[in-house]
């Protein structure tokens, strides 16, 4: 399922990469007055060979935020129609058709509750053995949360890779200036202009690359939690269900405190 929904990502970054290659030569090509560079030029071509790197991390970006978009849905980690399901099941004790049903499953809480819910013991009625399930919806959330962090993760590399590349574009620029210095040994500002020019246009892309990665970074980790906090919201109320259901009749017995008998 990853690997179909990484597949997808990858061709809609190339669509994307395809079509600001295909537009590349109509911006350059526009009219306008002699000498005069378009926008394109002036805002992006003029950042030098540093300016590749950040195109690159802008469609890492784009690539990565579309992906989580599909892959981080309420329907892939706890879908209703699921959840229903297995508390119909749980609440009448039929774990076996439970852990089919679940097993059957692709979502968080399917996997979830396939790995957890053997470790049901029906020799303990009070509790059906509730440590050992949480124990195992634990350990299945270490492993899968690992995984599923990977592609959140990479958007926190983006946001700290982008300004490290605009910082080499600016030391590249800089660089150029002080050899101009060196050789024409007069600051002339006509000459100094193209040099300052790709210092401060690979800062500024960088700086542009970075805040919305870092913004995107902490949308989809907190969207991630979220999902794996309702499925393990779900999985607690699926085994309160059972306990509820075995103790019954320990549950009606009880006299509520006041009332005489």
Request: charged fraction near 15%.
């Amino acid at each position: 399922m990853i690997q179909k929904l990484a597949n997808r990502s990858s061709r809609i970054a190339a669509i994307v990469t395809t079509t600001v290659l295909a537009s590349a030569p109509t911006l350059l090509a526009q009219d306008g007055a002699p000498g005069e560079k378009n926008a394109l030029q002036k805002f992006v071509l003029d950042g030098g060979p540093t300016m590749l790197f950040i195109g690159l991390a802008v469609l890492a970006l784009i690539a990565l935020c579309v992906f989580n978009f599909i892959n981080l849905t309420k329907a892939k980690f706890c879908p209703d129609d699921l959840k229903m399901a297995l508390m119909d099941h749980m609440a009448n004790c039929r774990v076996r058709s439970a852990i089919e049903l679940a097993a059957s499953h692709p979502s968080y809480l399917g996997r979830m509750m396939a790995y957890s819910l053997p470790n049901i013991d029906a020799t303990r009625p009070e509790d059906l053995g509730r440590d050992k399930i949480e124990d195992a919806i634990a350990d299945f959330s270490i492993n899968e949360n690992r995984k599923g962090m990977t592609w959140i993760n990479y958007i926190s590399l983006v946001a700290q890779a982008a300004p490290m590349l605009g910082l080499l574009g600016t030391v590249i620029g800089m660089v150029q200036a002080f050899s101009i210095l060196a050789e024409s040994g007069a600051a002339d500002p006509a000459q100094l202009a193209g040099s300052i020019s790709v210092a401060l246009l690979t800062t500024m892309w960088g700086l542009i690359t970075a805040i919305p990665s870092l913004l995107a970074y902490f949308f989809f980790k907190n969207r991630f939690n979220n999902l794996v906090a309702d499925c393990h919201h779900a999985a607690e109320d699926l085994i309160n269900a059972s306990v509820q259901t075995v103790n019954q009749d320990a549950y009606l017995a009880k006299i509520p405190e006041g009332v005489a008998v």
